[in-house]
């Protein structure tokens, strides 16, 4: 791995992708998180040097990416509710980033790992690269800023998990039970405010646990009057 590092690349990715397709109870890592991890062991067993170049391009692939997929939406969406989901947006950020910064103040975490925690856990990926540029914007030996760089990572693979989860759990069980609502009712209840109407003829859920078809066949054809084990034997 040190003398081929990108073969460590394409492992822990393999790997990351292939964790990362399992569910458990519907809910699973997803490729992300699941690379993550992995390449925090890999890592930790094994001295995998990446070049600063390799990291500044796929960051700003990264970020291109991202921009092009969502800017067309973006625009469009401001055209509607759009500055309620700014100001949402702005609101999160905001206390986010106080959130972080009083609990790296509280741990006395280091700026790698209180960096790594809050993208982590808004699960903002784009921070990782905004921190790392700024740790190497510092008036520290070469060494420390390498040491710091590195404990983003570690500090975003274990906070990306609560990041993630978290936000279902509390979405799910936590919130509904602070604000005292039924969940369930309160879905319903919207429905019925958009105007949909689950009892009007033609209206069912596009959910199905089994898809069944028919054909018909005419009178002269070959596989007329025969099984489906022996229409499909006629081919080769």
Not at 191 to 196: A, C, Q, S, T, V
Not at 226 to 231: K, N, P, S
């Amino acid at each position: 791995f040190e003398k081929y590092p990108e073969l460590a690349t394409f492992l822990v990715v393999g790997i990351g992708y292939w964790i990362g397709g399992f569910k458990f109870r519907g809910f699973g890592l997803g490729p992300v998180t699941g690379s993550l991890i992995v390449g925090v062991l890999v890592g930790y067993f094994f001295k995998v040097p990446v070049s600063s170049m390799a990291k500044s391009i796929l960051f700003l692939l990264f970020l291109f990416s991202i921009g092009y997929s969502v800017g067309p939406k973006f625009f469009q969406a401001m055209k509607g509710d759009g500055l309620r989901w700014a100001a949402f947006a702005t609101f999160i950020c905001a206390v986010g980033l106080a959130t972080a910064f009083g609990v790296a103040k509280f741990l006395n975490l280091d700026p790698g790992f209180a960096a790594g925690m809050l993208s982590g856990a808004l699960t903002e990926s784009p921070a990782i690269g905004t921190a790392t540029e700024a740790i190497g914007a510092l008036a520290l030996p070469e060494a420390e800023r390498a040491r710091l760089v590195s404990h983003i990572a570690v500090a975003d693979a274990l906070c990306y998990l609560f990041g993630a989860f978290g936000v279902i759990v509390f979405c799910s069980e936590i919130g509904p039970r602070l604000l005292g609502i039924d969940l369930e009712a309160e879905a319903e209840k919207i429905e019925k405010d958009l105007g949909l109407d689950r009892s009007k003829p033609g209206i069912v859920s596009a959910w199905r646990p089994f898809e069944m078809r028919a054909y018909r066949l005419p009178a002269d054809s070959r596989i007329a009057g025969r099984t489906v084990a022996e229409a499909e034997g006629m081919l080769p």
